[in-house]
């Protein structure tokens, strides 16, 4: 069964910070490439950043320089760490699988998500 609880979204001003944390579970874990995601209203979802297994990182031209994805192979998390945020930075995240050579790999299953607001 596919675990996906992702927290730390919020309202925050432009140029503001926050992180996201995603717990998943080990099948959706191990071994693989994971993602943060995030769809606007109206919009399509979108891959904002990834991360192999190895440590490897990949971001959106959109938030290159102000995002950064880490993980604890450990404890099945993924976090996203986001920078000087700008209102179109507006949208409910999520984590999930991603494809390091693909942004337009989407799975299945997703969880809540968790919103983040950028008043300006």
């Known amino acids: 069964q596919v675990q996906l609880v992702e927290s730390g979204g919020g309202l925050v001003q432009a140029g503001g910070s926050l992180t996201l944390s995603c717990v998943a579970s080990?099948?959706?874990?191990?071994?693989?490439?994971m993602g943060w995601y995030r769809q606007a209203p109206g919009k399509q979802r979108e891959l904002v950043a990834a991360i192999t297994s190895g440590g490897r990182t990949k971001y959106a031209d959109s938030v290159k320089g102000r995002f950064t994805i880490s993980r604890d192979n450990v404890k099945n998390m993924v976090f996203l760490g986001m920078n000087s945020l700008k209102p179109e930075d507006t949208a409910v995240y999520y984590c999930?699988?991603?494809?390091?050579?693909?942004?337009?790999?989407?799975?299945?299953?997703w969880g809540q998500g968790t919103q983040v607001t950028v008043s300006s």
């Open positions: 999930n699988a991603a494809s390091y050579d693909s942004s337009t790999y989407f799975p299945l299953s």
């Open positions: 080990r099948t959706i874990f191990s071994r693989n490439t």
